[in-house]
């Protein structure tokens, strides 16, 4: 089993590639501002290093968010793309699920204006589901969760700065996600929607 991992969401441009759950190559680099450019380029790279053609990969696992809106669409629009032209099946992790992989974590990303994107991940499984909140009100939040390390924007939450290996974290999160069945209609993840709808 060949899979490509790709996230393009947040902070990090992530590329990896596994065979049969072995990490072949892997590549995190900051630069949000740029991974529609370099997406393509450095997954073009890595596949040549490692003798792989991309109509060969068996797997594409991506992050759809939440995330940065432009960020979010770059990995979503290969995978499409990728589909569309060969046998590939997608999986779809939810970016705050990547940063926690399969431990025990609440994971935080800017979401701008004072507020961010929040998940609370155990063993490879979403505690609450995914949302959006205010900075302030984040203490409140990791009182109910006194034992989970705080992984992604810590700074942002007055936490410690941790490393993470976002494509190991990416491939052990999709191992509890199923394949998209239809991946025309796979859609970002807009929690910044879901709030807009709740306060109309």
């Excluded at 979403?126 to 909140?133: E, R």
């Excluded at 205010?134 to 705080?150: G, H, M, N, S």
């Amino acid at each position: 089993m060949k899979t490509v991992v790709m996230d393009t969401s947040n902070t990090y441009l992530v590329i990896g590639l596994y065979q049969d759950g072995k990490a072949l190559q892997k590549y995190q680099e900051a630069g949000n501002r740029r991974q529609s450019e370099d997406a393509l380029v450095r997954l073009e790279e890595i596949l040549k290093k490692q003798q792989w053609e991309l109509l060969d990969v068996d797997e594409l696992v991506i992050t759809i968010g939440p995330g940065s809106y432009t960020g979010q669409r770059v990995a979503l629009t290969i995978a499409k793309t990728l589909a569309a032209i060969s046998k590939v099946k997608i999986k779809a992790v939810s970016s705050l699920h990547s940063y926690a992989g399969n431990h025990k974590a609440i994971s935080v990303i800017d979401a701008r204006s004072k507020k961010i994107f929040v998940g609370v991940y155990n063993d490879n499984h979403a505690v609450i589901d995914d949302q959006i909140m205010l900075i302030e009100d984040f203490p409140a939040l990791k009182k109910q969760y006194p034992d989970y390390e705080v992984v992604g924007d810590c700074q942002l939450v007055e936490c410690p700065e941790h490393e993470v290996d976002l494509c190991q974290n990416i491939y052990q999160a999709s191992l509890s996600v199923d394949y998209c069945q239809d991946v025309d209609n796979l859609v970002p993840q807009y929690l910044k929607d879901v709030e807009a709808k709740k306060i109309c």
